[in-house]
């Protein structure tokens, strides 16, 4: 430990990496000998105050941090401005003053968690979904990211709408719309009302997901989730250059747990899919490792 300028020999300095989304965090606590790991509910800082994550960092990291901080990796999302950077950076400084505090957004992560220090195509395919171009070190293209109304193909949310559209319009097959309505009894009415009235539509939309998961076998599901992955790479990975030549890679619970579809649409498009993970902390994990 350091005090008062002496370093004892079995000082360890210690980095901190979050994996920040709106429901949970994933923090690990890396030194030269050991990975701690912890988790926290989200924090996104246009939802909510500063104070929760200086809750979070007060009662979960704290008690982990063993060794002195030199650095803390903050990935999330809404935190593409300055002003949410800065707040979010003021928090951890005064915790642990003397760190180098780095906060960049959910997609930098999941580049550098899939791709490392080698280029890339990147791709989210969770709740929402992203993509970028990746040259090793930073972002060098990206599809305009529209959100769940007007884009977001292949997502969670997206999947569940189409179901969900199919299902009031009674285009679904009979016997599967039966076992969705007594999993979900609701009425038209309650449907749109929770879609159009309260809050988080677009994770309620995704909660279908799991319903078609658990249907794969039928040729209905089957097929409309491989539609809504041929849409993501017709209108993401397919309109980067080279895209034909450069390894794809997919981070997200959609392209973990539909993975074998996803590589089935790759392969009929001619397109090389390498890595996918369900989280990016693991690949995070491993790239900062260099940094200890």
Known sequence: MHFFGYISRDYRPMI?????????ID?????SSSIGQANSPGFNPY?????????????TLLPKATEPVSKIFFYGTGVSSSKNQDVIRAAFLEFFPVAKVEIEWDLL????????????????LGTGSNSCHYDGEKIIDQVANL????????????????????????RMPEELSKQFQQRFPFSREEFLEKIYQQEKPSTFLATFSKFIFQHLKEP?????????????????VMKYKDYQHTKVHFVGSIAFY??????????????TVKNILETPIAGLTLYHQHDL
């Open 109 to 124: 992560a999941a580049a550098r968690a899939l791709c490392g220090h080698e280029a890339g195509i990147a791709c989210i």
């Open 47 to 59: 939802y909510q105050p500063i104070e929760h994550l200086k809750t979070t960092i007060r009662e």
């Open 16 to 24: 901190i990496i979050a994996d920040s989304g709106s429901s949970k």
């Open 258 to 271: 539909y993975s074998d579809i996803l590589r089935q649409v790759a392969n009929d498009k001619g397109i």
């Open 147 to 170: 959100g769940w109304i007007l884009a977001d193909e292949g997502s969670g949310t997206t999947i569940g709408r189409k179901l969900l559209f199919d299902y009031l319009r009674k």
């Open 220 to 236: 209905y599901c089957y097929q409309l989730v491989y539609n809504s992955l041929l849409e993501f790479f017709e209108n993401n």
């Open 27 to 31: 923090w690990r606590l890396l030194t």
